[in-house]
């Protein structure tokens, strides 16, 4: 148990409620039967949760919270094992909470772990399609890779990170795709530039797409839907708001969609990208990033004070929405 694990302190009984696995508070019960860095500040674990494991479909994911008056986090599905009964998780280091969560290690314990949340992806034979994963966000996107394949498309996956260390799933992504393209921003492997390049190609040789996935950073599928929207070529972008509650409860991940509010964690998080305001979704995620960073800075200069003590439990509590930014 690393020092965190201090800030697990109520002798409550958790329960089990409706299609989620709940706890109310108290101790732990979901352990971590693996964890282990995919790339530098990207940890993959893998997570006791036998029932969110059953219902778990691609696209979908879970809102976790380290300890009693932690922030709750959205959280990739990469992957689920109904019969062992475990999920796989993946984390990227941004905030505190993913910092303090990426210093978990295997037989480790976090709170709660509820989900499976949102819709999950519209699986259909289209014929082709392009699934493109921008870093992090290449988690999210293999589990949908992989179903679209199952359903009998051609998938061609496009990965991209900033340099060769950040490419992750690479085998996964190749095992499920037709055609892998990856790229990185420094060409220190695979192609130099942005996974725009690549789809930028596809379009100019000719290749028929019936359907474009994205799942990255904003900038990323703001520059995918912009030049799929001139192609026609329906796409369909993983939104990251900020999410609090998971439920659709607390307004708190609400996107503008076609001009009206839609809920991320309940009416999407995928959505159609050529209807999506991106502008709204930065200015939304932008709200709270002078308070994550001060809070960030407090916890590197003093992370075991927070993750152990009384006290630290508390300034660990200082931000209560967290965003998938955090994690993907
Ligand atoms: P990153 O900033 O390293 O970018 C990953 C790749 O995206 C780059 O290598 C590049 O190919 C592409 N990209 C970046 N900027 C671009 C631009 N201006 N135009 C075209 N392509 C561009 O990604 P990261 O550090 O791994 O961060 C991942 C991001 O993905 C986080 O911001 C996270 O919030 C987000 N994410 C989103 C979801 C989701 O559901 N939308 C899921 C997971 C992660
Ligand atoms: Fe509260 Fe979606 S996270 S409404």
Do not use: W
Request: aromatic share 4%; net charge neutral.
């Amino acid at each position: 148990m690393t020092a965190i694990t201090a800030c697990f302190d109520s002798s409550e009984h958790n329960h089990l409620v409706g299609n989620f696995a709940i706890l109310d508070r108290g101790e732990p019960v979901f352990k971590i039967i693996h964890a282990q860095f995919l790339a530098p500040g990207i940890k993959r674990f893998v997570i006791d949760a036998p029932r969110i494991a059953r219902k778990q479909k691609p696209g979908q994911f879970v809102i976790l919270r380290i300890y009693e008056e932690g922030e709750r986090i959205p959280v990739t599905i990469e992957n689920s094992d109904p019969e062992r009964g475990t999920i796989n998780i993946v984390v990227q280091s941004a905030g505190k909470t993913t910092h303090l969560l990426n210093s978990l290690n295997t037989g480790d314990q976090i709170l709660d772990v509820v989900g499976p949340l949102g819709k999950p992806s519209e699986i259909a034979n289209y014929g082709t399609v392009v699934v493109v994963g921008g870093g992090v966000g290449t988690a999210m996107a293999y589990p949908t890779a992989a179903a679209l394949k199952r359903a009998g498309n051609r998938v061609l996956s496009i990965v991209g990170a900033r340099n060769k260390e950040l490419v992750i799933l690479e085998r996964e992504m190749r095992d499920v795709s037709d055609a892998l393209m990856i790229t990185t921003d420094d060409g220190s492997y695979a192609d130099k530039g942005f996974v725009t390049d690549k789809l930028r190609q596809l379009i100019q040789n000719g290749t028929r797409i019936d359907l474009v996935v994205a799942v990255g950073p904003i900038v990323m599928m703001k520059a995918i839907a912009e030049m799929t929207r001139k192609e026609n070529i329906h796409t369909v972008v993983s939104l990251n708001p900020i999410m609090i509650d998971g439920t659709g409860m607390c307004g708190g991940c609400r996107v503008l969609i076609d001009g009206k509010s839609e809920f991320a964690c309940v009416d999407g998080p995928e959505f159609d990208a050529h209807r999506v305001d991106f502008a709204v979704l930065v200015q939304r995620n932008s709200m709270y990033r002078d308070a994550e960073q001060r809070s960030l800075a407090e916890f590197q200069r003093a992370p075991k004070t927070q993750a152990s003590s009384q006290e630290g439990e508390h300034a660990c509590a200082s931000i209560p929405a967290g965003r998938q930014g955090d994690q993907r």
